[in-house]
Each structure stands twice: as C-alpha cells, then as structure tokens.
C-alpha cells in the first residue's frame, strides 16, 4: 500500500516493515537484520519476486516461518 501511496520502492517498503520497525522499536540491536548475533525471525516466501509481496493485496504466499532461530 506505501508502494502505491507514497511512491516507495519495493526495497523501501520491505526495509519498512523489517528494519525500520525494529529500529522504531528500539529493537534494532537484537532483530530487524540478518547478522550474527541477532534473533534469527524470518519468513520464506513462495513468490517469484519480492514485487509480490508489495502488490498484490490479500494475497498470502508465506510457505515456511522461523521464529528466535526454530
């Protein structure tokens, strides 16, 4: 919706729901990234391109979620 509304980028858009939100919630330390030490919380996609997942609204292609590392 951002997408269309604002004019943001597909990679704008995702860092807004990831990084950018943990850093709203000062969680940016332990979650928001991939890097070592942080919790590793993240979902797997069966999407062509991440396009998709800005796009298509009511549209849910969550395969396979990992959640604190499990």
Request: a negative charge; proline letters at 3%.
């Amino acid at each position: 919706m951002a997408a269309t509304l604002f004019g943001l980028t597909v990679d704008e858009c995702l860092a807004g729901v990831t990084r950018e939100a943990a850093r709203a919630l000062g969680l940016l330390g332990e979650t928001g990234t991939l890097e070592v030490g942080k919790s590793a919380d993240l979902a797997i996609w069966d999407i062509e391109r991440p396009a998709e997942l800005v796009y298509r609204m009511g549209f849910n292609p969550l395969h396979a979620r990992i959640w604190r590392g499990q």
